[in-house]
């Protein structure tokens, strides 16, 4: 997610936290230490904010963290909390933003900034998702909390982007079944390889994988002897997509290999 589409969505959500200026945040992360001393929570909340608008995000999270330190049932501590999580989103450091806006969840579960909270918390798994040559845990972590923001707040702006996320959530997780299934494919492993590519046809449907799938699973149906199951595939792929490469070239395959076959 950009940088100013995160500022503009906090902002919406943080409004009472005075985000007006967070549009400067993505720059430094420096993460000198803080010296700690007993102040008012005014002082100490308005120095958080200083360093977060100055790009100093490390910084801004421990002395956020130190607002509800020294000040835990001030209503600011409240704020402190998921703005802690937020500057620890900026600085790049998940794990703790996921900790923090959990902690704010079950702490204030029916508070205004719930919302944002969760949304929080999709963002920081979403960010860590890796290419589909890699586990792809982080990647279904991030598809469940993008998916409760959704569930549980449909008409709000978080719930709006955490769709167009799952799109692209569910094209990666489709992309590393297909990548396992091609790998099968080449160790001659057909049943494994057509098991992933069903994954793709039933569980990701909607995505651009959709087409690669119905013809690998033409060609695994082919290599494990049930040719008119390779000729209902080609006739999907046909139907669903007359004018792609892939369906040409199941169209090729079927001719050559089941040709006079009916589908089953």
């Known amino acids: 997610m950009s940088t100013k589409l995160t500022t503009r969505l906090a902002q919406a959500a943080l409004a009472a936290a005075t985000l007006a200026t967070l549009s400067a945040c993505a720059g430094s992360t420096e993460g000198k230490d803080v010296a700690y001393v007993a102040r008012d929570v005014e002082s100490l909340y308005a120095e958080a904010q200083r360093r977060l608008d100055k790009g100093n995000t490390l910084q801004a999270a421990a002395l956020f963290d130190e607002v509800e330190r020294q000040h835990p049932y001030s209503p600011w501590a409240r704020r402190a909390q998921l703005m802690s999580a937020f500057s620890y989103y900026i600085a790049r450091d998940y794990n703790k933003a996921i900790q923090n806006a959990q902690r704010f969840l079950s702490i204030h579960p029916g508070n205004k900034d719930a919302p ?92 651009s994988h959709t087409p690669e799938a119905l013809y690998r699973l033409t060609e695994s149906s082919l290599a494990l002897g049930v040719p008119e199951e390779a000729v209902k595939y080609a006739a999907v792929l046909g139907a669903n997509y007359p004018g792609s490469e892939w369906y040409d070239r199941a169209f090729k395959l079927v001719g050559k290999h089941a040709e006079g076959v009916t589908a089953s």
Do not use: C
């Open 116 to 207: 944002y909270a969760y949304y929080l918390i999709a963002l920081s798994y979403y960010e860590q998702i890796s290419d589909v040559n890699r586990d792809q845990k982080i990647t279904e972590q991030a598809q469940t909390a993008l998916r409760e923001v959704n569930r549980r707040f449909p008409q709000t702006e978080y719930a709006a982007d955490a769709r167009l996320k799952l799109d692209l959530v569910a094209d990666h997780l489709a992309g590393k079944e297909m990548e396992i299934g091609r790998h099968y494919q080449r160790m001659g492993l057909w049943l494994a390889a057509d098991m992933r590519f069903r994954n793709v046809v039933e569980k990701f449907d909607t995505t």
